[in-house]
């Protein structure tokens, strides 16, 4: 069987002295492991396509034995600019991880792939925030995987919003300041509350169109990733990593 689809690679690894294994995030197969053989030769057609970030376009067989193997591999986009800040590679990198981590397997990921490759875009380009980026692209992921944390109303009451609302990052679900919880939960201004129910429920293109002031981004960017941590229970590698760079 042949698939033809655009995606990125969101991990790769040597194999052999001349191979390649990566993991792609494809439209329209979700992540698949394919390989690439002779990708580390220097006259290979395949290799600069199928390195780590690169968005292209793929002609994937299919073998009856279910392994994937890449035939041909064009480049659309290699976003050279995070080659030349750490900050921004090792961020974009855990985006990587990310989606391998919630995106679905061998069916169409259309939306995942366009939350990545914004969630690239805009770190490569440096057009928001990286506190921002991260707390909005782990939160789609989310949602975007069927964990959607309960922002809708209060759990208990009903309440649409309150001047302050305390949130859960271990179950995920939000009260009003009147209701009492019967669990540990955060307290969270009622803009706070907004913007996540923005990035988890507005269209994929408008999921970074927001702003919030430097506190509430930052209590933003802690709850995001508290529940992000809570819902797939593991740490995450490229993430120690960033938060190493960006002390």
């Known amino acids: 069987m042949t698939i033809k689809t655009d995606g990125m690679v969101i991990k790769e690894k040597t194999t052999g002295e001349r191979d390649r294994l990566v993991t792609l995030l494809t439209r329209e197969n979700g992540v698949i492991r394919a390989f690439v053989n002779g990708a580390r030769s220097p006259k290979s057609k395949n290799s600069a396509a199928t390195g780590l970030l690169c968005y292209s376009d793929f002609v994937i067989e299919k073998k009856k034995t279910g392994v994937y193997i890449v035939t041909e591999a064009s480049a659309k986009e290699v976003f050279f600019s995070l080659r030349e800040d750490i900050v921004s590679l090792s961020l974009a990198q855990y985006f990587a991880e990310l989606a391998a981590e919630l995106s679905v397997r061998e069916e169409n990921a259309d939306e995942f792939l366009r939350l990545l490759l914004n969630a690239v875009y805009f770190v490569s380009k440096k057009k928001k925030d990286n506190d921002l980026i991260k707390a909005a ?111």
């Open 137 to 247: 692209t782990e939160l789609r992921f989310l949602s975007l995987s069927g964990y959607m944390p309960s922002i809708v109303a209060c759990c208990k009451c009903g309440k649409y919003e309150s001047e302050k609302m305390r949130f859960s990052v271990s179950s995920g679900r939000l009260y009003c300041e009147e209701c009492l919880p019967e669990e540990k939960t955060i307290d969270v201004p009622l803009s706070v509350v907004t913007a996540m129910r923005h990035i988890c429920l507005s269209d994929t293109n408008k999921v970074f169109s927001f702003s919030l002031s430097k506190p509430s981004l930052s209590l933003l960017c802690d709850i995001s990733e508290r529940y992000l941590k809570a819902v797939t229970m593991r740490g995450y590698k490229t993430l120690d990593f960033y938060k190493a760079m960006t002390r």
